[in-house]
């Protein structure tokens, strides 16, 4: 009996050894594709680059692929992080903001940086941006939604509480925006300025649907989920999806960093592989493992999130930003630009240097107020 008792730890030894062993050689694969998460262990500083005590990050979403325009930005936010107060400021930026300078909208800075030089997507980018909102911008990230929808299968998709039932009959299809639909090359130039794109395309556009309360997405869901732009009510507005994007990012984070993805070395690697192709960053390798312990830090962190749009008539929320009538001066495009007038942002720069460091900042009814 002592001798079964004493072969049954040995084998038990020999287990946990042969388990250790895996373990480890997963770890040491990690380890050489991702040195910081060593340094995670070790080291409880984040030393990032801070502008009076936040990290201010521009994160931009792209295409990408056979995207008509694979480079134009469809989502863009600016990430204000305070780890002292643990706070996070989210402000969203309409692609369709006219931008001077550009003499295109603000979804093709990253665009015409990236045509003048490789990396040059980022730097303007970040550049425009921080002109607009008066505020230094310390890294960039961005993301093409291919790999969006890889990360967010490779976690087994993510729940995300739907606050209003809604759909959206005007979802693009991607690969057919230029598609003429039948039309003949004269019936294209009738249909270019019509009032309804989707009853001159109908072979452009797919209707999405989604129903109120708590929904599991799969990485193409939660795409279209974050990308409606034409839901019908208060969820087509630009506000309603700058929420719905606040969610999924939050979703996404909370999903990384849990204990069944961050001790799962097989799960880790598949997402690095993922996403490695999809991200461009100018997020150096040593400050990855400064990143983690920052979210880790702000897992409780109180997460702000405001839109700069037209506002809502039907909730009598007033706007920023003005949409005028396409015009030369826009190159006959539907634009928004400040309320306050073309190419003037101060008013947009007070709001957001008040929502960053107060929160919670009231929009004037009437502008410069």
Known sequence: MHSRKKLKKIALIVLSLIILFFVGQAVLKIARITPFLFQLVFNHDVNLKKSDDHINIL??????????????????????????????????????????????????AYASGEEKR??????????????ILNQPINYGVRVDFNGFIKAVDEVSGLDINVDRTFDDYEYPIDGKEEDPCGHSDEDLKNLATASSQLEAFPCRYIHVHFDKGVSHMDGKTA???????????????????????????????????????IINPARIISLYDITKGSIDTNIKEDEFDDFIRLS?????????NTVLDTGSDETDRPGLLINPAPSENYSFQWVLLPRIGDNNFSEIQKYVDCEIKIGKCPIPKEPGK
């Open 59 to 108: 994160l931009l979403g792209i295409g990408g692929g056979a995207h008509e325009g694979p480079n134009l930005t469809d989502t863009i936010i600016f990430a204000s992080v305070s780890p002292s107060q643990k706070k996070v400021t989210l402000i969203s930026i309409p692609r369709d903001l006219w931008i001077s300078d550009l003499n295109a909208k603000i979804n093709s």
């Open 223 to 261: 795409l279209m989920f974050v990308r409606s732009r034409h839901a019908q009510g208060e969820e087509g507005s630009d506000f309603a999806r700058s929420q719905r994007q606040e969610k999924v990012i939050k979703a996404f984070k909370d999903k990384i960093f849990s204990v069944q993805t």
């Open 118 to 131: 490789t990396g040059g997507g980022l730097v303007l980018a970040q550049a425009v941006v921080g002109k």
């Open 296 to 304: 880790q830090e702000l897992k409780n962190a109180k997460i702000e």
